[in-house]
């Protein structure tokens, strides 16, 4: 459940840090000093998900890394693997910048 989420992000924290755990369906949770960020799942029609959690790892780094807030960048994270879903395959399955960012 998104509580035993919870739960389980705040027992990892250890300092100055945040830890996010993807949801599948249900979306992405924030968990830091602080409190929670829930950003809601996208609806998909769900065809593979493999490659789905490497999608969202690698949207979020690179949006953190483009300075983004984490909450915005678990969103384009969230949109990127929910693109990443409706595809078979792993690599074949990774939407472009332009995919992701048409639905945001």
Request: with cysteine; aromatic share 0%; proline share 3%.
């Amino acid at each position: 459940s998104t509580a035993e989420a919870a739960s389980a992000a705040r027992s990892l924290l250890t300092g100055k840090q945040t830890i996010i755990v993807t949801l599948g369906a249900d979306g992405a949770l924030a968990v830091d000093a602080q409190g929670e960020i829930r950003v809601p799942g996208r609806k998909a029609q769900v065809v593979d998900t493999v490659g789905a959690g490497d999608c969202f790892c690698g949207v979020l780094a690179a949006a953190l890394a483009d300075g983004a807030a984490i909450p915005d960048a678990m969103r384009l994270a969230n949109m990127a693997a929910s693109i990443a879903v409706t595809r078979r395959g792993a690599a074949s399955s990774m939407p472009t910048r332009d995919e992701v960012m048409a639905l945001s």
